[in-house]
């Protein structure tokens, strides 16, 4: 769990709330919501705490026990970090809103002139 994985990092670096939410430019409150799990950082604060602790954000999140993989090479992933964050807030939003996504994505490759893969056509 995120915030379990959170206190003890901050923890076993030695920080207090306090002197963590100084070194890492937050408000104290902000760590102490985020270890009571009241709140959750976003993807760029998520980011910076793996990059902070030197840990995967995968091991932050508790998708695995181990803090540093072996790193996959960069040109083996045909995704950008802006797109998988892309994709993290379309799945946030409601179906209706998605549609509208959606829509809006097939106007834009309309107007390109490119037909997306397995798209129909307007």
């Given at each position: 769990?995120?915030?379990i994985r959170l206190k003890k990092l901050r923890e076993d670096?030695?920080?207090s709330q306090y002197s963590f939410a100084d070194a890492f430019g937050?408000?104290?409150s902000a760590v102490g919501n985020w270890e009571?799990?009241?709140r959750e950082p976003g993807y760029d604060t998520t980011r910076k705490l793996a990059d902070f602790f030197s840990v995967s954000v995968d091991y932050l999140l508790d998708r695995t026990d181990d803090p540093n993989?072996?790193?996959k090479e960069k040109s083996s992933s045909r995704y950008r970090d802006e797109d998988i964050e892309a994709l993290?807030?379309?799945n946030s939003l409601p179906e209706e809103d998605r549609d509208q996504v959606f829509g809006l994505l097939r106007l834009l490759k309309s107007k390109?002139?490119?037909q997306l893969e397995n798209d129909p056509p307007l």
């Open positions: 769990m995120f915030r670096a030695g920080y937050v408000s104290q009571a799990g009241k993989p072996p790193e993290n807030i379309l390109s002139g490119k």
